[in-house]
């Protein structure tokens, strides 16, 4: 009989197992996977060029399910297809239609949304925070580029969904790109959860706006094989990227989920025999056939024909000086005098220069982060996602999952705005770094608009919890306090798998580092030795300290001063340091709390007879001239460490 047929026939019985495993999960949303069935099964069984057996082969094509809580239907699939779950191919086994039932259990790998990080290969990326999955394919399609890889990746993305601006924001940049192995689905089934989506969501709007941001986009019905099939055979043939609006029924073939809302209900057990008749029905209704689909075709790439990306601990790094000097830094290091954020974008070029798989990504800040060196030597490997750092954090966690490590660069500020889109990339375990500039308040007179001073507290909250290998922090932070340190933490980034981040200082500081400085994740470093007090700081606070130090020194209270260059600490080591230092520890940093002194504080606390507070920017800033009169302003500056530390060692201990 006709393909459309069999068509219809195999999205229905994807849809009972769909419903079924959402049915005995308790929870799920199967009205919105059955709203997908047709698009799926087209996707799964026919187009793409995958092999469900090595969901890990680099050339096949990605399809990423921005609309994460549709997601049944695509385990339904794959299960029926007989793919592979787990972590690695050495512990790879067939997904079984018996393991649906598993749908959120807690060994499942069969996520409420789906995540690859938990053993579901088939996807790159977590997804259920809305909005990001047509990023995380155009770091995808970026990957494909520079691989020479002719894969193609497909996103399905809600109607609703495509509310949040980020949408619009990875629209942009696919087309600046011309990213034309990209194709968005948008899965215009007109409810959200609460109620209907907007007009402006509807079908005919969508394919509207998609048109004017440079899409070629076509609007179907999303229940029509054939017409499916026509929509999608325009991938890969357009000189533009290709969108497909497809209109479709929430709760497609089940006339109990037609009649109210059913967003996140799962149908009751007695229920399930009628829902399954009735979605016998809705495929009859398109005739019977015995026809079976076929699988999909591999990819005809080979692995082999893939570039060799070599192990980033294995490369040797050129010395400071030279990586300075390749940079074009010779003559400021010659003075001793730059800023971290410099010393950093030479140390990105020498990164660039070792490893071709590192990549960087900035938001139109360039010639501040110091990227524009980087950008100067590799510029192919180069990404300017121009004013959209929720976009440019998702496709960098594309292009992690495409085998490249990708630096995303901004200002610590408006790395901010991102947070959502850097919690979704470490619950993917995207090994991603973000280089925050112009951090703290020392950068004085742009005002506190542009000053990360809730940065450290955000990643510092990460670095407290341990990977899959319940050793390794999920998050290592880095604070270097001059040029030195920036080049040895930029290195110790590149070296490390998963997330990283760095915060960097838009003034030029004293080099107080000798290049050969041994910098290590979890250290730190003594820079003065006391036995009355410990100063503990980061970043350009170490040059402040320095001096509170030596007005100490003047009225007879002798300081350790200790660069805690990193997050987390190795707290065994730092504790001993602390006591040997007096047992009082006053730590000091230009942004807010939460963030280096929460960690020194926990730390005192758990190793006990030791005394801790916290001297951090006590005001909302504003534009001043000079770092100084800012640190000043806030009670950060040399005399309020001073005091502060005299009325601490003032008060009687506990």
Known sequence: MSPSAAMHKKA?????????????????????????????????????????????HPAADRLVLSEGHAVPIVYAAYADLGGVIGRDADHARAL?????????????????????????????????????????????????????????????????????GQVWEALDFIVDNKLTNVCAVFNCNMYGQAGEVSQQQSAPRLTAKLEAFGWKATSINGHEPAVIAEAFARVGYSERPV????????????????????????????????????????????????EKLSGPTAPAQTIDTLPHH?????VEWPPFAEAMQAGGLGAAVEKGQLATRQAYGAALKTAGDLLPHVVALDGDV????????????????????????????????????????????????????????????NITRANIKLVGSHAGISLGADGPSQMGLLDVAFFQAFSTVLGDDRETPLC?????????AAYHCTRLMVAQTGMCYMRTHRPAVPVIYDPDTRFEPGGFNTLETGGNLAIVTAGYMVHVAKEAVEALARKKIRATLIDAYTLPIDALRLGRALQQAGGVALIVED???????????????????????????????????????????????CKQIVDHARALLARPGP
């Open 12 to 56: 229905a019985a994807l849809g009972k197992l769909a419903l079924r495993m959402t049915t005995r999960a308790g929870s799920g949303h199967p009205s919105s996977a059955l709203s997908l069935a047709h698009v799926v099964t087209h996707l799964m069984y026919h187009h793409m060029r995958y092999d469900p057996a090595n969901p890990w």
């Open 96 to 164: 079984t239609e018996a393991d649906l039932d598993g749908l959120r259990d807690l060994d499942s790998v069969l996520e409420g949304h789906p995540n690859p990080a938990e053993g579901f290969p088939f996807f790159d990326a977590a997804t259920g925070s809305l909005g990001q999955g047509l990023s995380v394919a155009a770091g995808l399609a970026l990957g494909a580029r520079l691989d020479h890889s002719r894969r193609r990746v497909y996103v399905l993305i809600g109607d609703g969904e495509a509310r949040e």
């Open 243 to 290: 969108a497909i609006v497809a209109r479709t029924v929430k709760g497609w073939g089940v006339e109990e989920l037609l009649q109210g809302n059913w967003h996140g209900k799962p149908l009751p057990e007695s229920a399930l025999p009628a829902a399954e008749a009735s979605l016998d029905q809705a495929a009859a209704r398109a005739g019977n056939s015995a």
């Open 310 to 314: 070599p192990d980033p601990r294995s």
């Open 366 to 425: 360039s010639n501040s982060t110091f990227t524009a060196i980087f950008a100067a030597a590799h510029p192919e490997r180069f990404f300017e996602c121009k004013i959209a750092e929720q976009n440019m954090v998702s496709v960098a966690a594309g292009l992690s999952a495409a085998g490249y490590i990708p630096f995303v660069n901004s200002f610590a500020k408006f790395l901010t705005r991102a947070a959502d889109q850097v919690e979704m990339a």
């Open 476 to 484: 290592r932070c880095y604070h270097p306090a001059d040029a030195v």
């Open 591 to 637: 942004n807010y709390g939460g963030g280096l002194g929460a960690a020194v504080a926990e730390i005192a606390a758990r190793t006990g007879s030791l005394r801790a507070e916290t001297l951090c920017c006590q005001r909302i800033p504003k534009s001043a001239r000079t770092a100084e009169e800012l640190l000043n302003l806030c009670g950060v500056g």
